[in-house]
């Protein structure tokens, strides 16, 4: 199993940026894809980013203006968000996935989750 704590949300404005880390720990193989989701108010969770051997990727909502990275040691990743808009409003989670090819998108393939973060961008 892998533990995964996220941190950095907050409340920012539209075009503002904010930088959101999430720290891993446990089984290394565990973590072949490492990704990023989010969730509004009555909403259904939602790819945002994720990243693995072959490259990193991204929803189409957020492409251009979110990176997603990780450490020399894949410890950490991060997801820095800039020209945020209020839509980006939710709560971000941290997952992991044991495998390092197919579907990255889909929430069900990701095997651990942090407790996420709020992030609330405001006009």
């Known amino acids: 199993q892998v533990q995964l704590v996220e941190s950095g949300g907050g409340l920012v404005q539209a075009g503002g940026s904010l930088r959101l880390s999430c720290a891993a720990s446990?089984?290394?193989?565990?973590?072949?894809?490492m990704g990023w989701f989010r969730q509004a108010p009555g909403k259904e969770r939602e790819f945002v980013a994720a990243?693995?051997?072959?490259?990193?990727y991204y929803a189409d909502s957020v492409k251009g203006r979110f990176t997603i990275s990780s450490s020399s040691a894949k410890n950490t990743v991060f997801l820095q968000m800039n020209s945020l808009k209020p839509e980006d409003t939710a709560i971000y989670y941290c997952?992991?996935?044991?495998?390092?090819?197919?579907?990255?998108?889909?929430?069900?393939?990701?095997?651990?989750w942090g407790q996420g973060t709020q992030v609330t961008v405001s006009l």
């Open positions: 990243i693995r051997w072959s490259g990193s």
């Open positions: 997952a992991a996935a044991d495998y390092s090819s197919g579907i990255y998108s889909a929430a069900g393939r990701y095997d651990s």
């Open positions: 446990g089984r290394t193989f565990s973590r072949a894809t």
